[in-house]
């Protein structure tokens, strides 16, 4: 193989990979989409079936079960990642949390639980705080760099130098 066959090689797995990395927040973002359907269905089922049935006892549990099993913090990731480049503010993740099913308004402070985590993101470079689209309000957004936006990025910085 020539220099240009590695080349094109390259560039076609870059291109690859950066499709699948939009697939997977468009998966991500499903995922999201139906853990609220199904959090919102098992409420709805739990206060009409004044039978309390085996079923719906069953259905409930196995949710509330799968729901305790995911990890506060990943479900934070995913909620600021949905959100994309116009972020969402700190109050707002305590609500998208509950319409995921997962209240933590049982914790002794909710809105530390989620500032803590937040913080944590940030500091890890997961995350940024940003103003919203108006500039009035600060919100947090997923801070993503595909691989050809690194490189376009770094090229604009050398011819600068």
Same mark, same amino acid.
């Given at each position: 193989? /020539?220099?240009?066959?590695?080349?094109?090689?390259?560039?076609?797995?870059?291109?690859?990979?950066? %499709?699948?990395?939009?697939?997977?927040?468009?998966?991500? $973002?499903?995922?999201?989409?139906?853990?609220?359907?199904?959090?919102?269905?098992?409420?709805?089922?739990?206060?009409?079936?004044?039978?309390?049935?085996?079923? /719906? !006892?069953?259905?409930?549990? &196995? +949710?509330?079960?799968?729901?305790?099993?995911? &990890?506060? /913090?990943?479900?934070?990731?995913?909620?600021?990642?949905?959100?994309?480049? @116009?972020?969402?503010? =700190?109050?707002?993740?305590?609500?998208?949390?509950?319409?995921?099913?997962?209240?933590?308004?049982?914790?002794?402070?909710?809105?530390?639980? *989620?500032?803590?985590?937040?913080?944590?993101?940030?500091? =890890?470079? $997961? *995350?940024? $705080?940003? &103003? #919203?689209?108006?500039?009035?309000?600060? @919100?947090?957004?997923?801070?993503?760099? #595909?691989? +050809? %936006?690194?490189?376009? =990025? !770094?090229? &604009?910085?050398? !011819? $600068? !130098?």
């Amino acid at each position: 193989m /020539t220099r240009n066959d590695y080349r094109a090689a390259l560039v076609k797995a870059l291109n690859e990979l950066t %499709q699948l990395e939009a697939s997977q927040k468009r998966t991500e $973002e499903e995922i999201l989409r139906r853990r609220r359907t199904i959090s919102s269905l098992t409420e709805l089922l739990r206060e009409t079936d004044n039978t309390n049935s085996a079923v /719906t !006892k069953q259905l409930t549990e &196995s +949710w509330t079960r799968y729901n305790t099993e995911q &990890s506060l /913090t990943e479900d934070i990731r995913k909620i600021i990642r949905s959100y994309g480049i @116009v972020g969402i503010a =700190k109050d707002a993740i305590r609500g998208e949390l509950s319409k995921l099913g997962r209240g933590i308004e049982d914790h002794a402070n909710p809105a530390g639980t *989620v500032n803590s985590i937040v913080k944590r993101l940030i500091e =890890k470079g $997961e *995350v940024e $705080e940003a &103003s #919203d689209l108006l500039g009035f309000n600060t @919100v947090i957004k997923w801070k993503e760099i #595909d691989f +050809w %936006q690194w490189w376009m =990025k !770094k090229i &604009s910085e050398e !011819k $600068e !130098k």
